[in-house]
């Protein structure tokens, strides 16, 4: 069983920057981050591939967050960029063969106006 444990979040003003790490207990072939604010549904964020690297992103974070992995500490990242009210939400980190099997435990992400 592969285990995802996550780190970074945090409160921060509209316009700012949080960088959201995720270590897992081994490699994953697919690994993302999705996010729940309350009273919404889950939605993906960003998603990364091996073994090229590919990326996608949620039109909403595009141009403003970054997903890449360290494939040598088995870490995910999540930069985030000029950050907006409607991002806050809790973060979970994801993987496996359809990059949602694993989850970890969430991380909360707070942006002020």
């Known amino acids: 069983q592969v285990q995802l444990v996550e780190f970074g979040g945090g409160s921060v003003q509209a316009g700012g920057s949080l960088r959201l790490s995720c270590t897992a207990s081994g490699f994953i072939y697919c690994m993302a981050w999705f996010r729940q604010a309350p009273g919404k549904g889950r939605e993906r964020v960003a998603t990364?591939?091996?073994?090229?690297?590919?990326?996608s992103y949620a039109d909403s974070v595009k141009g403003r967050f970054t997903i890449s992995r360290d494939n040598a500490k088995n870490t995910l990242y999540l930069q985030m960029n000029s950050l907006k009210p409607e991002d806050t939400a809790m973060y979970y980190c994801a993987g496996g063969n359809t990059c949602n099997n694993y989850w970890g435990q969430g991380t909360q992400v707070t942006v002020s106006s």
């Open positions: 990364i591939v091996m073994p090229g690297g590919s990326t």
